[in-house]
């Protein structure tokens, strides 16, 4: 049965281990050609886990650091092991380096909003968390995750039919993965890997995700890691193996998909180019079951440049840089202005609101670089947006403004006497995993967040207080 969590743990020697394997890479990286890019990034990366690590608590706010982190640095490193500059990493042409850097200083100052907004880690959280799933029996866990799946589906349903509502109720079925978190929670701390209920649910997720039109197999994973993380409060050496497994998962799940992913989609859409899926699962795990079995070495190798390419995302930054504003000017807060005003604006009342198209907006700043493709969708992502808004002084002041709101939004939510820790925790990262991403536009970003923040206010306020009065109405039996 896993401890309590004590600050003297080995939980709290793990940003000391992270420092010393960043300085190990930092002298791998010294002969490369972009030493001091790949050491000021690892140093970066020392000081966002130093700010964000909160020991016994998930790790959401260190997970969007970090992941964002890998996308903004990786160039520097795979250009290193290409033995090339990493402004000649990018087709797009630009300036790659400085791109690198302002998103690096970006991330300080997301990371450092974020710690603000948190405020210091909170010891007791663990432990109300640990003694509350063992207030009740595994089986109701499982029954809250499937009741959430249960809506979720009917909310994705409704969300077709009633295209006016569908951020709303998007927002409705995304929290379920706070369910399926909590349930997994409950299963690691009665076993550290998972008794065969949660993986049978994992596995069947894993296959659900694995037959969409995008294939989000990622999500799944990383809820699983950040229950893994809070129920693992002390970390020895066999729970650093699962998290290392799951980590590999995920990497070489994203190799496979990288691999296949453009004969898949075409197949799942019946060669219509366009989002759409017109396969039932059973066909489209078929699909990808043949297209993974005629991999071979030479395409896993390819597949793995491509995915390494595709994870980096500051290119399209490197070329607003050279284009913003010597050949368009700066908008002075028109994107972020469209992105706060769009929530406010349903368009069940307000039928006349423009559609998203970030594609149109990324041919537009970048002189039409993504061309055009109907099966998907290609933004600048929300600091280059940034960047076009206020340029590399001001769009700092906004990433640490957006960092705090993200961390006193986490704050709020693991405090809601309504809800409880455990449900606070599991609805924050269910909210905030959507602003882990470098790509996503700022109208997504900001939009998605707010939409999400107001489902799940009313869902604390009306719901909340009697499932949790049902989860705490007696202790386990033996």
Request: with cysteine.
């Amino acid at each position: 049965m896993p401890t309590t969590l004590t600050s003297s743990g080995s939980v709290a020697r793990l940003p000391a281990t992270g420092i010393a394997c960043a300085v190990l890479l930092a002298i791998v990286n010294l002969p490369g050609e972009n030493a001091l890019l790949t050491t000021i990034s690892l140093m970066v990366l020392i000081a966002g886990v130093a700010l964000l690590w909160r020991p016994g608590e998930p790790p959401i706010g260190l997970f969007i650091f970090s992941y964002q982190w890998l996308q903004a640095s990786i160039s520097a490193f795979h250009a290193n092991w290409l033995g090339i500059d990493v402004n000649a990493y990018t087709i797009y042409g630009g300036d790659n380096k400085l791109a690198v850097l302002l998103t690096l200083c970006g991330l300080l100052f997301l990371a450092l909003g974020m710690r603000l907004g948190n405020g210091p880690p909170d010891r007791a959280v663990g432990p109300r968390c640990w003694q509350l799933v063992q207030a009740r029996p595994l089986a109701s866990w499982f029954f809250l995750y499937v009741a959430a799946s249960i809506i979720a589906v009917a909310a994705l349903q409704a969300a077709a039919l009633v295209p006016g509502l569908a951020q709303p109720l998007l927002a409705l079925a995304g929290l379920r993965w706070a369910f399926f978190m909590m349930f997994a929670y409950a299963s690691f701390v009665r076993s550290h890997f998972g008794n065969p209920l949660f993986v049978c649910v994992f596995l069947g997720e894993l296959a659900m995700s694995a037959g969409g039109y995008f294939a989000d197999f990622k999500t799944v994973m990383f809820f699983t890691l950040f229950a893994m993380a809070m129920a693992e409060t002390r970390l020895r050496g066999r729970h650093v193996l699962g998290g290392m497994i799951l980590v590999g998962m995920i990497v070489f799940s994203g190799i496979l998909w990288t691999a296949i992913k453009e004969d898949y989609r075409n197949a799942a859409s019946g060669g219509s180019a366009s989002q759409i899926v017109s396969l039932d699962l059973n066909d489209r795990l078929g699909t990808i079951a043949g297209l993974l079995a005629r991999l071979d070495a030479t395409s896993l190798a390819d597949a793995t440049g491509k995915m390494l390419h595709r994870i980096s995302y500051v290119e399209l930054f490197a070329v607003i840089l050279a284009r913003v504003p010597a050949t368009i000017p700066h908008e002075h807060g028109a994107l972020l202005l469209d992105a706060v005003s769009r929530p406010l604006m349903p368009r069940i009342l307000f039928a006349e609101k423009g559609q998203v198209d970030d594609t149109r907006r990324t041919n537009y700043y970048t002189g039409g670089l993504s061309g055009i493709y109907r099966g998907t969708s290609i933004s600048l992502g929300y600091m280059a947006e940034l960047y076009i808004d206020f340029g590399p002084v001001v769009m700092m002041a906004v990433i640490f403004a957006l960092g705090y709101l993200y961390g006193r939004l986490y704050k709020w939510l693991v405090q809601a006497p309504r809800a409880g820790p455990l449900l606070g925790s599991a609805c924050a990262c269910a909210i905030l995993t959507q602003a882990a991403l470098l790509e996503v536009s700022l109208a997504k970003l900001i939009g998605g967040v707010m939409v999400s923040v107001l489902l799940t206010a009313l869902f604390i306020r009306f719901v909340a207080p009697g499932m949790r009065s049902w989860l705490e109405a007696r202790r386990m039996m033996p």
